[in-house]
């Protein structure tokens, strides 16, 4: 039923007949009245309307009555204003989104002698849709990929297939699961026929969409919905969304670990050697070609270490570097048998893993075995270690092994005092900006933590590990370039180990000094190894050495009671290594002056 809003009634009389639209307005006998209700397409009333009548025979404008709420209109002139055959030019629109409608109507002799007509007025809609969903459209190997832990950009082209122009502004909203995630504005409108891009930036958060494993993706239903928020009257408001179905959130490989969930950093301290303060040394050695090692295939490589005169094997570890060469993925973890001097060992101490589960290929597991061969090991001399490759099917790569030594000198040689760290793991650096990664994103950074009297340093010796051996890689030492171009030389020849040796003496700080492994290409490097030693006089205190002497003496030991009494705490005074100087600290200082 159309109903008529606040709108005088009236009644409409002619020499021609009567007109009576309904409204029963009391108008003089030369009235000429046009009435009419507007809706759009789909049936919706236009209840904020805006129209406009003109006779284009005469260019005279008329006053059309309209009521707010209502979509009923009117105008009301006289039969001197209009005439047979005049043309009356109509545009009617709403008053939200400028939705119009234009037409010319020609008056009749009979609505001339009816003295009016109604003219009912469709306006055409616009209907927005999302055409398309684009994820990381600056990456173009990502695919549907989706990184946690950082920021993704999600971009869609909206497009007006309705019949009429949408001016007004409206929203462009995005859902993952059905949790809303953002929305974007298109604030000029949108003609018909034409398409608007834009772009939301979505960060995954770790609590909620970190992946099971660093070999799978978290799969998504990302949504599109133009018009999110209702701000446009369409043809269809059915039809404004359009589904991802195919997306997942994943680690992205190509990154450092740094960037990842796990807030430890990419290489793990070895328990221990987390600055220890000691008397000793590290020795180490690579050896052994890079091998494709099938199934049920062995190789033998030979480790010779040269440990100093008088200086006792504290600890020995032997590191494998390899990775899943079948290219098919999500591929395996290599299956080692190794045997060290005789000693087999079926699984490692220590395995650290990294994949890139979204990429076109290389998308196989790699990763650094660890295996403690400390009781092997017994000094100086040449140490056969043999792999075999003890997986049913498949082959293996294997880069060349590296031997790491640390030596003790029970004399306590003021020379060989240092303090020493120790980290090891596995981490795939590759600045690609196809798959989203920055240089900045592809440097792995690890932390020596603790602090460093640098005022009389006499040492301080870096050791990195990199497989395999590339140019465009870069050495930083608390966030500086060092060495360029480093890691681009075998430590052995095939091996495709690259070890980096050198004194950064002059880039130590007090404290927390960093290493950072830089890749600046889109090639792959793998960052596994960082030790560093720092000898000196006052560069490394001397465990027990509580006054600072130089020697452990019963002073040391008398403080130490003090101490503990106190509460009173000193890493230098805690020589058990518990968090606390204690009584038992002072025994320990105590028999070691007495020694």
Excluded at 18 to 46: K, M, Q, R
Excluded at 555 to 577: K, L, P, R
Aim: hydrophobic letters at 35%.
């Amino acid at each position: 039923m159309k109903i008529l809003h606040a709108l005088l009634i009236l009644t409409i009389t002619s020499t021609a007949g009567a007109l009576l639209p309904g409204n029963g307005l009391a108008a003089p006998e030369t009235s000429f009245l046009v009435y009419g209700w507007v809706d759009y397409n789909n049936g919706a009333s236009v209840n904020d309307l805006i129209i406009e009548m003109t006779n284009a025979n005469t260019g005279k404008t008329f006053d059309v009555e309209t009521n707010s709420g209502s979509n009923y209109y009117q105008v009301l002139t006289d039969s001197d204003n209009i005439d047979v055959d005049d043309v009356l030019h109509f545009r009617a629109g709403d008053g939200g989104t400028l939705n119009t409608a234009e037409f010319d109507h020609v008056v009749s002799e009979l609505q001339r002698s009816e003295g009016g007509f109604e003219r009912n007025i469709t306006i055409g809609a616009p209907d927005l849709v999302v055409e398309s969903i684009t994820l990381n459209p600056d990456c173009s190997s990502a695919g549907a990929a989706i990184f946690v832990n950082k920021a993704n950009e999600i971009q869609v082209n909206v497009g007006n297939i309705g019949v009429s122009n949408a001016t007004g502004a409206f929203d462009v909203c995005f859902a993952v699961d059905g949790t809303q995630i953002g929305c974007a504005t298109i604030s000029s409108g949108l003609s018909v026929d034409q398409s608007e891009t834009v772009t939301i930036t979505w960060t995954p958060d770790c609590a909620k969409y970190a992946p099971d494993s660093i070999s799978t993706g978290k799969p998504i239903t990302l949504t599109a919905t133009a018009d999110g928020n209702t701000d446009i009257a369409e043809e269809d408001e059915t039809n404004n969304g359009l589904l991802k179905e195919d997306a997942s959130v994943y680690v992205n490989g190509f990154a450092s670990k740094n960037f990842d969930c796990d807030t430890e950093d990419p290489l793990t301290p070895l328990t221990g050697y987390e600055g220890v303060e000691m008397y000793g040394g590290v020795a180490y050695n690579v050896s052994g070609k890079m091998t494709n090692l099938a199934a049920d295939t062995s190789i033998t490589r030979v480790h010779h270490i040269a440990v100093p005169d008088g200086m006792t094997v504290e600890a020995a570890r032997l590191y494998l570097y390899w990775y899943d060469s079948s290219d098919t993925p999500p591929g395996s973890q290599a299956s080692f048998d190794v045997d060290v001097a005789g000693t087999s060992y079926s699984t490692p101490g220590s395995s650290y893993i990294d994949q890139v589960p979204f990429a076109s290929s290389g998308n196989t597991p790699k990763g650094t075995y660890v295996y403690d061969v400390t009781a092997q090991v017994t000094g100086t001399g040449d140490y056969a270690v043999k792999v075999s490759n003890i997986q049913s099917s498949g082959t293996a790569t294997l880069y060349g092994g590296m031997l790491l030594v640390i030596y003790d000198d029970p004399t306590e040689n003021p020379d060989n005092r240092m303090k020493l760290w120790i980290t090891e793991g596995f981490d795939i650096l590759n600045a690609w900006q196809c798959y989203c990664v920055s240089t900045e994103e592809a440097t792995a950074t690890v932390t020596f933590s603790g602090a460093i009297d640098t005022t009389e340093v006499t040492s301080a010796t870096l050791v990195t590990v990199v497989t395999p051996e590339k140019s465009h890689s870069n050495l930083l030492i608390n966030s500086e370039t060092v060495v360029s171009d480093a890691w681009n030389v075998e430590a052995y020849p095939g091996s495709k180990v690259c070890v980096d040796e050198r004194d950064i003496s002059a880039n130590l700080k007090a404290s927390d000094n960093t290493v950072g492994f830089e890749r600046d290409r889109h090639t792959p490097i793998y960052a596994s190894n960082a030790v560093l030693m720092v000898r000196g006089t006052s560069g490394v205190a001397l465990p027990g050495d509580i006054n600072g002497d130089g020697t452990v003496t019963t002073d040391d030991a008398a403080i130490a009671m003090q101490m503990a009494a106190s509460g009173e705490y000193s890493d230098v005074a805690d020589v058990s290594g518990d968090g606390e100087v204690t009584s038992l600290d002072a025994l320990m200082i105590l028999q070691k002056a007495a020694s």
